[in-house]
């Protein structure tokens, strides 16, 4: 490929969807944006930046009112500058209680964006984290979880490097379109400014609602703290009880080398650093 | 013979006589093994009981009598009492359901999570004593894992093809759906982890048109519900409790449950009869990227180097850490003295760490520092001294001087490395 062509290649940008949802402040209850949706929105606008050309849509399925708009104002403040990305986002009105997966899947299967980001799990309700899940389903699109950043585009195939625990990273290729959901490993996002956020305007579709009758009937309740597990001692004799309370915690009978030349004890630690596979 | 009781009452009389010079040779010609006997049939059908010949002498130089029955009289240390395995041996050969799990199975070992998730299934299989239902494991990749079934697993599904290996969640979702269509068990149950269970079973359960029930943390039966029972999930970013039926497919927490350690069980390896098709992947995974071992957070970093007061050349010791691609902790002392920064200290007043390898360098280990390595997996000691405390813990400790093994083992690797090279 000439040089030329690549730069029209990269010039040309992708269509990104990011599903957003309102959060819930987690010590006052507040509405506000979410956490992980706001770090997915980061994301987009990053790719924006770097690669000129990419359109971002922001979604959001759910009722319309004086509080979810102030928490969707947050998304919508965090525009870059004057003519970038977010002048507006897309409101799915349906009441309260209704499934969102319908109206997003049908949404996405008809504007089909080549992209869509979006966080973990929600902050509010049943927050199970299945919804990227089904939307994949729906459409028949390949998902990857868990993403740190996204590297480069290129025909058709996004390279992504996706957090994996213990702060292990892996390089993913992804052929689009696909969806790609953000947890904390993300980026974090940035503040939310007041004007843009205020100028902002939203673009209300409705949709046929279907609601979503399994979880009204679940028994939802604030969260209990949950019991610590005890040291259940199952000991037949006094002096096991005794032993298992008053001893200290001592390691199963560990191999001790005693005796041996540095070279021969390097040997057996290399050989367990083996096993265990954490060398590279 | 006749079988009139001989006496030799000069044999009974060294036997009975713990100072004599014969005394331990007569004993080893009564036929009794080491020591005094401390009971034994009198030539009248009487017991006798040498009641000096109980106990043993303690590291005090005073007598201690164990009446636990651990300890036999006339031995000196507890250490031939080998632990009897009492566990009850169970078998299902004619299972009325099946309950399947897929365990993490991190490091091809079973972790805390998955073993707490096989005791939820257990759970559930036992629940009906007449009609008990049996545990499948579906375990991707190799394991190093010996005894599956003390953890509580009737059955194997044994997938170790190389195209599981890595990020491959559209092949495992296949051999899952294969595993599905064979033998339909009744639960799925998997771990809620970031380590794959929760994406997995989040694919399975779309998969399959259920509504999982996500972060299980509790269950209980319940006659009302269409399967028999009730669960309690987190939900909403941590913040509610949501009471629900259990659906067929469900992802736990992290101590949902007690794991197995009453039972033992077949873990009979079974084989999928359709062979399973090679799914086309649209996400290829180009392997893991090499991270800075320093950037990553001490708590959960995997392989940690840590250094102690026994470190006398800290430069030789970075050089070790950044070969061997460590992430470096420290003890109290050295941070005290300097030479590693404060966020690098391990322990109760520093961090507490969960590596999977924690090699700890000159550290004699105090209990504090003993404390913020609890939940490591395999812990090496390098130390001078082989009564510290670090020893004890260690699974494999080396006596000698850590400057010398550090070189020799960062020599070791470098070769290694090279060596590959070479070859590639």
Same mark, same amino acid.
């Given at each position: ?280 | *013979? ?145 005894? #599956? ?33 064979? *033998? ?33 943390? +509790? ?33 736990? #927490? ?104 924690? *090699? ?59 060596? +590959?090279?070479?070859?590639?």
């Amino acid at each position: 490929m000439r040089p030329d062509q690549q730069q029209k290649q990269q010039q040309q940008g992708i269509d990104v969807a990011v599903l957003v949802s309102i959060g819930r402040h987690p010590t006052t209850g507040r509405a506000r944006r979410a956490e992980q949706d706001a770090r997915g929105l980061e994301l987009a606008l990053s790719m924006e930046a770097e690669l000129p050309g990419t359109r971002i849509s922001m979604l959001h399925a759910g009722p319309q009112g004086d509080g979810s708009e102030a928490a969707l104002r947050g998304y919508l403040g965090m525009a870059t500058g004057v003519g970038m990305g977010l002048e507006s986002m897309t409101l799915l009105e349906q009441p309260e209680g209704s499934d969102a997966i319908p109206a997003l899947a049908a949404h996405l299967a008809a504007t089909s964006p080549q992209l869509v980001i979006t966080g973990a799990r929600a902050e509010r309700g049943e927050g199970s984290g299945l919804l990227p899940y089904a939307l994949a389903e729906h459409l028949g699109w390949p998902l990857v979880n868990s993403l740190a950043s996204v590297e480069k585009v290129e025909n058709g195939v996004v390279t992504l490097l996706q957090a994996l625990p213990r702060g292990q990273r892996r390089r993913l290729k992804v052929r689009l379109p696909a969806i790609i959901s953000v947890d904390e490993a993300a980026p974090a996002a940035r503040q939310s400014a007041f004007g843009p956020a205020r100028r902002a305007t939203f673009a209300i579709t409705p949709t046929t609602p279907e609601a979503d009758s399994e979880l009204a009937q679940w028994h939802l309740a604030p969260a209990r703290k949950r019991p610590k597990r005890l040291k259940i001692v199952k000991a037949a004799s006094a002096r096991d009880r005794f032993k298992a309370a008053a001893s200290k915690a001592e390691g199963k009978g560990g191999q001790v080398l005693t005796d041996v030349t540095p070279e021969q004890g390097a040997e057996a630690i290399y050989k367990l650093l083996k096993e265990e596979e954490v060398l590279r | *013979m006749s079988e009139i009781i001989r006496r030799d009452p000069r044999r009974e009389w060294i036997a009975r006589n713990r100072l004599h010079p014969e005394h331990a040779s007569v004993l080893a010609a009564l036929g009794v093994s080491g020591g005094a006997v401390s009971e034994w049939l009198g030539p009248n059908g009487v017991v006798r009981k040498d009641p000096r010949a109980i106990g043993f002498i303690g590291p005090n130089g005073i007598k201690r009598i164990d009446r636990s029955g651990l300890q036999q009289g006339g031995q000196t240390t507890a250490t031939t009492t080998s632990a009897r395995d009492s566990r009850r041996m169970v078998t299902i050969d004619q299972p009325a359901f099946l309950v399947a799990v897929v365990p993490d199975l991190t490091g091809g070992r079973l972790s805390g999570h998955d073993k707490d998730l096989l005791g939820l299934a257990r759970r559930v299989a036992d629940a009906d004593t007449e009609q008990p239902g049996a545990v499948v494991a579906i375990l991707f990749g190799e394991h190093k894992e010996e005894a #599956l079934g003390e953890a509580g697993i009737d059955r194997v599904v044994h997938l170790d093809d190389e195209f599981y290996a890595g990020f491959a969640p559209e092949a495992r979702l296949a051999a899952l759906s294969a595993v599905e269509r064979e *033998m339909t068990p009744r639960f799925w149950l998997l771990p809620d982890s970031p380590l794959g269970g929760a994406d997995l079973g989040r694919r399975l359960a779309v998969r399959l048109g259920e509504r999982a029930a996500t972060g299980v943390w +509790q269950i209980e039966a319940d006659n009302e519900a269409p399967r028999g029972w009730r669960c309690t999930a987190r939900g909403g970013a941590g913040s509610l409790d949501i009471q629900r039926p259990l659906p067929r497919v469900a992802l736990a #927490l992290a101590e949902c449950a007690e794991p197995v350690d009453e039972t033992r069980h077949a873990a009979e390896h079974l084989t999928l009869a359709a062979s399973l098709p090679t799914t086309l992947s649209r996400i290829e995974d180009l392997g893991q990227v090499a991270v800075d071992p320093a950037g990553v957070a001490l708590a959960e970093a995997e392989f940690i180097l840590s250094g102690g007061n026994g470190i006398k050349q800290w430069d030789a010791f970075h050089h070790a850490a950044k070969v061997l691609g460590a992430t470096e902790g420290a003890s109290r002392v050295a941070v005290d003295d300097g030479f590693m920064a404060r966020d690098r200290q391990v322990g109760a007043t520093g961090t507490w760490v969960t590596a999977r390898v924690y *090699m700890a360098v000159g550290i004699s280990g105090a209990i504090q520092h003993l404390q913020g390595i609890q939940r490591c997996d395999k812990v090496v000691a390098i130390n001078l001294d082989p009564g510290c405390d670090m020893i004890k813990r260690a699974d494999l400790a080396v006596i000698g001087d850590s400057a010398q093994i550090l070189a020799a083992l960062v020599a070791m690797v470098e070769q290694q490395r090279g060596g +590959q090279r070479d070859a590639a």
